[in-house]
Structures are given as structure tokens and as C-alpha cells.
């Protein structure tokens, strides 16, 4: 029970240090936008929001300017079944990328955000 409390307690610092140091978007002309997000839209991340790679995760794509579904795994049992049909597992966080001929499931923090800053950086 302590620990419980201990873990939502620290969650929730998380999500307020995240809150309180949100990094500037990314700006773009209106074209390059418009083309980010349509790129963006084969995207959607599933996450937890307290979980500290996650946050690391949404604060690139903020920082990227690239707006992305996210998907609760943690309190959203549909997510969570998605995730584990889907991808295997139980393990945020998780990009899915819907390709044309198929869908790639990328796990682990820094595969993602490397995978975001080589996809939308110089656009």
C-alpha cells in the first residue's frame, strides 16, 4: 500500500515537472505543417501518461511539433488489448506505424525519439 502511494505520488511529480518545463513547438510554414500532420496521422502512441519514458517520448513530439493519437494502455482496457494483440506485449512506450503493406510496432524510448528526430526534423 505504501509503495502504491509512493509510486502515484512520484507519477504525479512527473507529470508536474513535465508540465512546468513543456519544451517550445517546432516552427514551420503553414505548408510544412500541414504535410507534418499528415504525415503524423499513420502514428499513434501508446503510453502511460506518469511514466517517465513516455513523458520523454511526448516531449519530443511536442518539441517536433507533430501532433500523434495517443492511446492509455494503463487505464483504457482497449488500448491495452490493442497494444498486446498488436505489438506482443504490455510495454510502453510504443509507436505504431501504419504502413501501406504493413504495420511496425517500435518499442523503447530512445528507437522512438531517434526514429521522430530522423522523420521530422528537417521537414
Known amino acids: 500500500m505504501l509503495m502504491k502511494a509512493l509510486r502515484v505520488g512520484v507519477g504525479q511529480l512527473v507529470i508536474l515537472g513535465d508540465f512546468l518545463t513543456r519544451p517550445a513547438r517546432k516552427k514551420r510554414t503553414p505548408a510544412a505543417q500541414a504535410a507534418v500532420e499528415a504525415s503524423g496521422k499513420d502514428l499513434t502512441l501508446y503510453q502511460f501518461n506518469a511514466c517517465p519514458f513516455c513523458v520523454k517520448t511526448r516531449r519530443t513530439l511536442r518539441r ?34 501504419e504502413g501501406t ?17 530522423q522523420r521530422f526534423s528537417a521537414v
Open 64 to 97: 517536433l511539433n507533430v501532433p500523434v493519437v495517443l492511446r492509455d494502455a494503463k487505464n483504457n482496457e482497449l488500448d491495452r488489448q490493442t497494444l498486446l494483440s498488436g505489438g506482443g506485449r504490455i510495454k510502453v512506450p510504443c509507436l505504431r506505424i
Open 101 to 117: 503493406d504493413k504495420t511496425v510496432w517500435m518499442y523503447e524510448s530512445k528507437v522512438i525519439i531517434d526514429y521522430l528526430n
